[in-house]
């Protein structure tokens, strides 16, 4: 029974807010790329996938840390560095993740098949770029981004929206990444550990908020290449709320709980993409 309590936490399944981050913006784009005419296999395949992917995603990261995360309050307690999990049975987990999202994607086609091994392998490496690359958060936006995936699964690689989507994602992944960032920076600086608070500084939240106004522009920018309603660019406007709460947060150095509240954000999108699919 402890061996499973471990492999849960090592999966961060006690955490599910990774989880919300990843399927949300994956379902967006499901809705966005049918235009709401979906298929319920497609979306059971994504919630499924979403789980296995993020969960992979901690495995790896803890492996590969496992030697760093001793050093940190946030992380000395994880299962690796606290000997609850060998470094043995971590990679047996993430083998056994690695098969099943497999079986998952052979339900899928040749397309999402190929790109989801390609994101796969950045998946893999993503944890190691914090130790040579100046901004790991840039990184993570590129990688943990379901657009590419989802529009091969739908025979859509071609629609013009998937750009837009793509680049909306990863610039929002950063945004909030580097709020998550604010939370280790005196861990980082210690351990030698890049990430993009410390290549901003000072800066690091006007950066953010920048991108956030981005990450608006190429969602009203998407919402024009799909002929959305009006609706949608009055959502998308009001989805500055949102960030101008999480700027209030992080001025009150509560950065872990301006990191969360995109998962309500993204909520919210994908709660507007349906009502103007499926609703108007």
Same mark, same amino acid.
Not at 10 to 38: C, E, H, Q
Not at 82 to 93: D, M, N
Not at 96 to 105: P, Q
Not at 109 to 123: D, R
């Given at each position: !029974?402890?061996?499973?309590?471990?492999?849960?936490?090592?999966?961060?399944?006690?955490?599910?807010?990774?989880?919300?981050?990843?399927?949300?913006?994956?379902?967006?784009?499901?809705?966005?790329?049918?235009?709401?005419?979906? !298929?319920?296999?497609?979306?059971?395949?994504?919630?499924?996938?979403?789980?296995?992917?993020?969960?992979?995603?901690?495995?790896?990261?803890?492996?590969?840390?496992?030697?760093?995360?001793?050093?940190?309050?946030?992380?000395?307690?994880?299962?690796?560095?606290?000997?609850?999990?060998?470094?043995?049975?971590?990679?047996?987990? &993430?083998?056994?993740?690695?098969?099943?999202? &497999?079986?998952?994607?052979?339900? $899928?086609?040749?397309? $999402?098949?190929?790109?989801?091994?390609?994101?796969?392998?950045?998946?893999?490496?993503?944890?190691?770029?914090?130790?040579?690359?100046?901004?790991?958060? %840039? &990184?993570?936006?590129?990688?943990?981004?379901?657009?590419?995936?989802?529009?091969?699964?739908?025979?859509?690689?071609?629609?013009?929206? !998937?750009?837009?989507?793509? @680049?909306? %994602?990863?610039?929002?992944?950063?945004?909030?990444?580097?709020?998550?960032?604010?939370?280790?920076?005196?861990?980082?600086?210690?351990?030698?550990?890049?990430?993009?608070?410390?290549?901003?500084?000072?800066? $690091?939240?006007?950066?953010?908020? %920048?991108?956030?106004?981005?990450?608006?522009?190429?969602?009203?920018?998407?919402? @024009?290449?799909?002929?959305?309603?009006?609706?949608?660019?009055?959502? %998308?406007? @009001?989805?500055?709320?949102?960030?101008?709460?999480?700027?209030?947060?992080?001025?009150?150095?509560?950065?872990?709980?301006?990191?969360?509240?995109?998962?309500?954000?993204?909520?919210?999108?994908?709660?507007?993409?349906?009502?103007?699919?499926?609703?108007?």
């Amino acid at each position: !029974m402890n061996k499973l309590l471990a492999i849960f936490e090592l999966m961060r399944l006690d955490k599910p807010i990774g989880i919300y981050l990843l399927l949300w913006p994956a379902l967006l784009a499901l809705v966005i790329s049918t235009n709401g005419n979906f !298929m319920y296999s497609h979306l059971l395949i994504i919630i499924i996938g979403s789980i296995l992917v993020r969960s992979a995603g901690c495995v790896i990261n803890d492996i590969w840390d496992k030697d760093l995360d001793g050093g940190v309050k946030r992380t000395k307690t994880r299962p690796i560095p606290s000997k609850k999990l060998s470094t043995l049975e971590s990679w047996a987990v &993430f083998f056994a993740l690695g098969v099943l999202s &497999f079986f998952l994607l052979s339900l $899928t086609n040749t397309n $999402t098949i190929f790109i989801s091994i390609c994101f796969g392998l950045m998946i893999v490496l993503y944890p190691l770029t914090k130790r040579f690359f100046i901004g790991p958060q %840039i &990184f993570l936006g590129l990688t943990f981004n379901p657009t590419i995936i989802v529009y091969a699964m739908t025979n859509e690689l071609n629609n013009p929206t !998937m750009v837009f989507l793509y @680049l909306a %994602i990863a610039a929002k992944t950063i945004a909030f990444d580097s709020f998550y960032g604010l939370c280790d920076i005196e861990d980082d600086k210690k351990l030698g550990i890049n990430s993009t608070p410390l290549w901003w500084g000072s800066k $690091t939240l006007l950066v953010i908020a %920048i991108l956030q106004f981005t990450v608006i522009s190429l969602f009203l920018i998407m919402g @024009l290449k799909a002929e959305l309603s009006f609706a949608w660019y009055i959502g %998308i406007l @009001l989805l500055s709320g949102f960030y101008f709460y999480q700027h209030q947060l992080a001025a009150q150095k509560n950065f872990l709980l301006a990191f969360k509240n995109n998962h309500w954000a993204y909520l919210y999108l994908l709660i507007l993409s349906v009502f103007c699919f499926l609703i108007i």
